[in-house]
């Protein structure tokens, strides 16, 4: 199961070189890095405890579908603290309870 988060990191990281360097050849401006974007504190704390939760519950886990079912549920405290610290309360809020 580990094998497949793994190649899709992966395979969207080469994706990402890949497009900013065909960007970069047919375009007459080169488009502004997206990684000076990225909170990177907040995401390296969210994907620590993700791993951690994840790692620690992998005996627990049935395999097959249902255990990627669970495995996505397990992610979401990282996501929600992710979400939480760039975003903030009230804005998650205001976009969760916009209809």
């Known amino acids: 199961m580990i094998g497949v988060v793994i190649a899709t990191a992966i395979s969207q990281t080469a994706s990402v070189f890949f497009l900013t360097w065909d960007a970069r050849r047919t375009l007459q401006r080169v488009p502004p890095w997206f990684v000076h974007d990225i909170p990177w504190l907040p995401a390296i704390g969210a994907c620590l405890i993700t791993a951690l939760i994840e790692f620690g519950t992998h005996d627990i886990v049935p395999k097959g ?17 992710y979400v939480k610290i760039v975003f903030g309360i009230r804005t998650l809020t205001r976009l969760v309870g916009r209809q």
């Open 65 to 81: 579908a249902l255990g990627l079912i669970i495995s996505g549920l397990l992610a979401l405290p990282g996501l929600l603290l």
